[in-house]
């Protein structure tokens, strides 16, 4: 049960937009389509932001999209603000019947 | 308003045993899987066990699977976490986290702020 691969740390302008990736294998990303992120302010919940790869919970800004090729998924910010600073995982379902989550990626606006 | 409180975390010694406690209010607990995951300190996300909506189907990281039992009380709303054996490398701080549906893979839509298990 490896984690799934992130980049440690991403950063962007106010406005602009950022990518972060998320890798795994055939038996986790690559095999199901049960793909989620989250967002995660230190000291705070973490936050459920995409679920099934690219669909957003209700009340999630459309400036947050995912999506997938492969063995990575995908996610994307667009506009970027202030407080779209914090961490983010990307978690999948398995092949094992478990969940794994990414190393967690720090979003960092300059 | 969705909530889940967590409790029971300790200092303990290798080897012994906590039982952590995740008390969900705000909606229907029967009709929504549960996890729990760890964070360790400095570190990610954890997935350490999850539940089905009934309790009948339980699933485990390898790294507890036989050390660790969840299990729930529907009729009291509360989650629980057995963990016995205990190592260095199970401290971190633990939250509960509700299933966005019936299945435990659907993601998790609440979190709890978490408690924290510290092995000493």
């Known amino acids: 049960q490896s984690a799934l691969t992130q980049p440690a740390s991403v950063s962007g302008s106010p406005g602009q937009s950022i990518t972060i990736s998320c890798t795994g294998t055939?038996?986790?990303?690559?095999?199901?389509?049960?793909v989620s992120w989250y967002q995660h302010h230190p000291g705070k919940a973490p936050k459920f932001i995409i679920y099934?790869?690219?669909y957003r919970p209700s009340g999630v800004s459309n400036r947050f999209s995912g999506s997938k090729s492969g063995n990575t998924a995908s996610l994307t910010i667009s506009g970027l603000q202030a407080d779209d600073e914090a961490d983010y995982y990307c978690?999948?379902?398995?092949?094992?019947?478990?969940?794994?989550f990414g190393g967690g990626t720090k979003l960092t606006v300059l | 308003e969705m909530k889940l409180l967590e409790s029971g975390g300790d200092l303990v010694q290798p080897g012994g045993s906590l039982r952590l406690s995740c008390a969900a209010s705000g909606f229907t607990f029967r009709t929504h899987a549960m996890t729990w995951v760890r964070q360790p300190p400095g570190k990610g996300l954890v997935w350490v066990s999850s539940?089905?909506?009934?309790?009948?189907?339980?699933f485990y990281a390898d790294s507890v699977q036989g050390r660790f039992t969840i299990s729930r009380d529907n009729s009291k709303n509360i989650v629980f976490l057995q963990m016995n054996s205990l190592r260095a490398e199970d401290t971190g701080v633990f939250r509960c986290a509700r299933a966005a549906g019936y299945y435990y893979y659907y993601g998790m839509d609440v979190w709890g702020l978490g408690t924290t298990v510290t092995v000493s």
């Open positions: 055939s038996s986790d990303i690559g095999g199901h389509n049960y």
């Open positions: 978690s999948s379902y398995t092949s094992s019947n478990t969940v794994v």
């Open positions: 099934d790869v690219s």
């Open positions: 539940i089905s909506a009934d309790g009948g189907d339980t």
